[in-house]
Every structure is written in C-alpha cells, then in structure tokens.
C-alpha cells in the first residue's frame, strides 16, 4: 500500500514539474523581429487589404506591429512619416509605386541577440475606375431565397464635372433598380457611396420612398460577387408621418455573367 502512494505522489511530482516549465515558457510563440504592413484601401467605413487601388481613394499604411521608430517613404513623396501608420489620397492613376518601411526595434528577451533594423518593400498600384473588379453583371440570388435568381448590375454612367465617370449599381438590393432623374442622370450612382478596386460601400436614395445601402465584395478572380445589404422605406400607404420600414438585411451571391 506504501509502495503504491509513494508511486502516486511521485506521478503527482512529475505532472507538476511539467505544468510549471510550460507555464513559465514564455517564448513559446515569439518571433524574431521582423518588419512587416499591410496596405488598406478605404472604403466606406471599412478598410481592405490589397496592393492595387482606385484613384481617388483614401490608402492606409500600417505597421502590423508596434514597433520603436517607423520610416516611411512613399511612392516619389519627397516626405518621411515617421508614425505606425500612414493615410495618404491619390487623386490620379500612377505607375507602380515602392513603398518602403524601415523600422526598429530593441532585442527581446527571449531573442538577446536579434537585428535591432529592418526594412521591407511593398508595391502598390492605383488604377483608374474602369479597372475596379467588379464592374459587370453577376447572376445570382440571395441566399434566403436560392430560387428566385436576379441580376445585379454595375456599369459606367455619366461623366462628373471633374472629369470621371460616375458608375451605377442597379438591383443589389432586389427591387433597388438604377433610373434617371428628371435631367436625364442615373440617381443610383456611387457619388453617394464608394466603389473600390474589389470592395464597395453604397448609401444612396434611388427613389423618392426608398434608400438601399451596404457593402459588395468580389472574389479575387473578380467571378463570384457577394452583396450584404438593406432596403428602407420611407415612405409607404397609410404609414405615420416620419415612419420608417426597413426590410430584413439581404445577402445576394452571384457569378459574373
């Protein structure tokens, strides 16, 4: 009987030991300093990684980690930013641009030993807007409703005084269609929202009565397009003044046609 408790406590010893050391390796998933940002195109409220954008947008650089000193140079600005991250506008297509990060960063405990600077280059690209993925028509259906298929439609519109075109989104929302006011221009354009190079925001009233908005993405090889949005209406028979009825969120999914 002494034998087998002395065996029990010896196993208890071991189990302890063993849970201590994984306790204090604090090591375990550390990395050797190594510098590293994404490149954000901003749309709406959101951002999205990406290393190609549309002219006149908004691009976020940002240092994925925290690091002690930042240097950025950008493209052919002739300015250094010297924060985690950076915003930048460009108003035009332009050709491929570097943007380099040098960073620094004090040793570690768990590497004493490491580089203390490291550099790193990325490329980004901004294209003009006929070059955005998902311009085109996708055939599809929300996936509440798989068997009453529709067509979702964004295509060039009319051109802005400043000299772009302004392009519209017809029927992501089922029911939001595209139409033209009384001079002749598309009201369901993105001058109310943001189309991107593969993601886009929309908040725009089409009609007197209704107002559609959300988000549209498009898959990487600009085939399957994925629409998550909402249709209120402001105005229906009978309703009390300044009533709202929002209908229930929607998601449509549909392939490139």
């Known amino acids: 009987m002494k034998n ?7 196993l208890l010893f071991l189990l302890s030991i063993t849970q201590c050391k994984k306790e204090v390796d604090l090591c375990a998933n550390q990395k050797p300093f190594e510098a590293d940002f994404d490149i954000k195109e901003v749309v709406g409220d959101s951002s999205f990684v990406t290393d190609t954008t549309l002219a006149q947008q908004f691009v ?11 240097e950025w140079k950008i493209g052919l600005d002739e300015r250094t930013f010297t924060t985690k ?10 050709l491929l641009l570097n943007i380099r990060l040098i960073a620094t960063k004090k040793p570690s405990a768990c590497f004493p030993n490491d580089k203390t600077v490291d550099t790193i280059v990325k490329t980004l690209k901004v294209v003009p807007f006929e070059q955005s993925k998902l311009i085109g028509e996708y055939q599809g259906a929300d996936i509440d409703n798989p068997n009453e298929p529709y067509t979702v439609k964004i295509f060039a519109g009319d051109l802005r005084n400043d000299g772009y075109i302004d392009y519209v989104l017809d029927n992501w929302v089922r029911g939001c269609l595209a139409g033209k006011d009384v001079d002749g221009f598309y009201n369901s354009t993105f001058s109310a929202g943001q189309l991107g190079y593969q993601n886009a925001y929309m908040n725009k009233q089409y009609v007197t009565s209704c107002l559609c908005r959300g988000y549209l993405s498009v898959s990487e090889d600009g085939q399957e397009l ?8 402001t105005y229906y028979p009978n309703n009390p003044p300044g009533k709202r009825l929002i209908g229930k969120p929607t998601t449509f999914k549909g392939r490139r046609k």
């Open 4 to 10: 087998i408790l002395g065996i029990i406590i010896g």
């Open 60 to 70: 976020i650089f940002e240092a994925k980690e925290d690091y002690d000193t930042y």
């Open 85 to 94: 991250d950076v915003q930048l506008f460009f108003p035009e297509p332009t």
């Open 226 to 233: 994925t629409a998550y949005g909402e249709k209120e209406i």
